[in-house]
């Protein structure tokens, strides 16, 4: 039983082209998010959602536009792809964060999807 | 000044040994901490969370200091399978979970 899942695995595309990633999680959270970890393995968040609601934007270029049809699906589609794109993109869910207070919660990740510009 | 910083090592050690792995944290207002672990091609998986007071998982025990800003991570009777990366991460802020990442600290284990 999958937890978060992500399709496609891989992705290999040429520069200008428009992708799409899925990602679906079966853990009833209520908060996703989508994290980039490029070449040097830097991990960083781009977008969180909860509830199908955007709560965080890290300042990342329009060209991604994160979609929540549902608080089960968080899809990631990139437009106009660059040869800069091209990372590990990671998929994540947790459990909704009390509004005040310090407690985080545990995040799941999906096994990833492996883009490549070319 | 990054806001989580790690050694990136890596650290060779034999099985056996005991490691340790620092970190610290530029936001002093930064209220949650954990170490995640990073297999190679895999995806991250929470290690163990850190408490003040310190906490202990088995082998693995985690240390915070709020006043120097920096975390620890202490490995004791390194296994081969405990060869991963080791992230450091920090919520810098309360309410939405905006975890901030380590670049990670690399431990090999040896036979």
């Known amino acids: 039983d999958t937890a978060v899942s992500q399709t496609p695995k891989y992705l290999v595309t040429q520069m200008g082209n428009d992708k799409s990633i899925k990602c679906e999680q079966n853990?009833?959270?209520?908060?996703m998010y989508w994290y980039k970890q490029d070449s040097k393995k830097f991990l960083k968040i781009m977008f969180s959602y909860n509830n199908k609601e955007l709560i965080i934007n890290e300042t990342v270029p329009n060209r991604f536009s994160p979609k929540s049809p549902d608080k089960a699906h968080l899809n990631l589609h990139i437009n106009s792809l660059e040869l800069g794109d091209s990372a590990v993109y990671f998929c994540?869910?947790?459990?909704?964060?009390?509004?005040?207070?310090?407690?985080?919660?545990?995040?799941?990740f999906g096994p990833g999807t492996r883009l490549t510009v070319t | 000044r990054k806001e989580v910083e790690q050694d990136p090592g890596p650290f060779n050690v034999p099985e056996g040994a005991t490691v340790a792995f620092n970190c610290t944290y530029s936001n002093s207002a930064s209220q949650s901490f954990f170490w995640y672990r990073q297999d190679c091609r895999k995806e991250p998986k929470l290690l163990m969370s850190v408490y003040s007071s310190g906490n202990e998982d088995g082998r693995f025990t985690a240390q915070l200091n709020r006043a120097s800003q920096y975390i620890s991570l202490l490995i004791r009777d390194s296994k081969l399978s405990d060869s991963a990366t080791y992230l450091c991460?920090?919520?810098?802020?309360?309410?939405?979970?905006?975890?901030?990442f380590g670049t990670g600290t690399r431990l090999l284990v040896s036979p």
């Open positions: 994540a869910s947790s459990q909704a964060p009390p509004m005040t207070g310090a407690l985080s919660y545990e995040q799941y």
């Open positions: 991460v920090v919520n810098p802020s309360t309410g939405f979970q905006k975890l901030v």
């Open positions: 853990l009833g959270h209520d908060t």
